[in-house]
């Protein structure tokens, strides 16, 4: 329409001279009318925003612009942070820091950069490789900058996952048993296994078809995308943290962050886990496959770890997480493409999505990694336990609810034919805003 219009207002022009005024009336209502399809852009079942949208026909590269953080808002988390970094973390901060139980919710962007600082601080990276201070907060203010502002993988999350493997490697003393490159490799990947995630899983990109899905041939596009990003930043000198090291451990950084980012693919979970366990009855930390395949495992099991943090720390985490699946379940209907079973709005609730979760995916995980390291079992197992019951309460209590529910309608019916209602997430939020069992 906006096309024609731009003919006409040609033509016109071209033969009488000047736009006349019923032109620019048209023009003004083909932008209001515009400016309502975008702002309905969610209605795109009309299909009405793949008309309106105009360039690349990928919907990553679409929607992934509006999840961009401002550079004012980063330029702001920036000062605060420079601000902030000449300052002490006390010690009462630093020992926190190094729990599992440490709550992510009571701190700000820029505090959160200032934390990353600390944990290569504390674990004497800065000194064993040579790292300026002025390169590290670089690093950490890109790295910040490259997490879109999106419900659950956003900066926040990476946050939680550097600090959770930062937990393990105090919790463990994993520098007993791993060199320190090997630790420098895990911490890094922790913080950059999600970088400029969109928001929207590999599934998502595959049937989508979209530019990652493309570039990375359907093989784990997100996670290549990922790891491509970090050595993206890492390749501008003021913020090449490994710009200090030898040639031969710069090969080792970025293969072990290679190998480590990748593993984050859940997709994989069953071949890295299966791999991992054949190894436990004989695992040797002299033996470098060995190792290898411990890093990936700590990896994941930092990736996948709120349900092991206290209720109040972990449940937000949820909420975060649902929000992100529901997005893209919704995005999928609209765009006809095949739906994530486990991210639709219409069939999972908070209890249904993490009991089995807990009971087939994490509890497993997390118990091979404690073959190896039993430290874990008391702090981190044991609270994973500790949710799954409160989820399969929090299941039956639902279950009463919704007889309840139906006997009573089918009362009211006269007829015991009841309807259900999708609603259930009502219960499931006022029993978990409680933090209780009921
Ligand atoms: N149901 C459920 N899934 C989770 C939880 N934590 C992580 N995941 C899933 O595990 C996946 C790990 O890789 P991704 O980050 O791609 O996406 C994550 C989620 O799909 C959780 O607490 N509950
Ligand atoms: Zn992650």
């Known amino acids: 329409m906006e096309r024609r219009l731009e003919d006409l207002e040609r033509k016109i022009l071209v033969e009488s ?26 209605l795109s079942w009309l299909g009405l925003f793949k008309d309106i949208s105009s360039g690349t026909s990928s919907p990553f590269w679409n929607k992934k612009g509006k999840a961009r953080k401002s550079l004012e808002h980063c330029k ?13 973390v006390t010690e009462d901060v630093r020992f926190h820091l190094r729990k599992p139980t440490f709550d992510n919710w009571q701190w700000d962007d820029a505090e959160m950069l200032l934390l ?26 890109e790295v910040y900058r490259h997490y879109n502002q999106i419900p659950f993988h956003n900066f926040n999350h990476a946050f939680c996952v550097t600090q959770m493997m930062y937990g393990i490697i105090w919790l463990c003393e994993v520098w007993e048993k ?25 599934a998502y990109q595959v049937n989508a078809r979209t530019e990652l899905a493309l570039r990375y ?3 784990s596009p997100l996670e290549n995308h990922h790891c491509a990003v970090a050595f993206e930043i890492l390749e501008k000198p003021e913020c090449n943290i490994f710009r200090n090291l030898s040639v ?33 009855p004989e695992f040797d930390f002299s033996n470098k496959e060995h190792r290898e395949q411990l ?30 699946f529901f997005n893209q379940s919704d995005v999928e209907k609209l765009e006809g493409l095949p739906v994530t079973p486990f991210m639709d709005r219409e069939k999972v609730t908070k209890p249904s999505s993490q009991t089995g979760f807990i009971q087939f995916v994490l509890l497993p995980l997390f118990e091979a990694a404690a073959c190896i390291f039993p430290e874990m079992q008391p702090h981190i197992i044991q609270p994973v336990r500790d949710a799954l019951q409160y989820y399969k309460d929090m299941q039956v209590a639902l279950e009463d609810q919704n007889k309840k529910k139906d006997h009573n309608e089918g009362e009211r019916n006269g007829d015991g034919v009841t309807s259900r209602s999708p609603l259930e997430t009502e219960v499931v939020v006022g029993l978990a805003n409680g933090h209780k069992s009921p």
């Open 17 to 42: 001279g000047e736009t006349p005024p019923l032109v620019f009336e048209m023009r003004k209502k083909v932008e209001s009318f515009r400016e309502k399809l975008e702002s309905v852009e969610h």
């Open 76 to 88: 702001l988390v920036q000062d605060r942070f420079k601000k902030m970094s000449a300052v002490q």
């Open 116 to 141: 990353l600082q600390q944990m290569y601080i504390e674990l004497e990276l800065l000194t064993k490789f040579n790292i300026e201070t002025p390169v590290l907060q670089q690093f950490l203010y």
């Open 178 to 202: 791993l060199s320190d490159v090997e630790i420098l490799v895990m911490l890094t990947s922790a913080l950059c296994h999600d970088l400029d995630h969109p928001g929207y899983n590999n």
């Open 217 to 219: 041939n359907d093989i």
């Open 248 to 280: 031969e451990n710069f090969k080792k950084v970025r293969e072990g962050m290679i190998r480590c980012i990748l593993a984050t693919d859940m997709a994989r979970h069953n071949e890295i886990l299966g791999k991992f366990k054949a190894l436990i």
């Open 295 to 324: 890093m990936m495992i700590l990896m994941k099991v930092s990736d996948i770890s709120n349900e092991a943090r206290p209720m109040d720390v972990a449940e937000p985490w949820l909420d975060c997480l649902l929000k992100e």
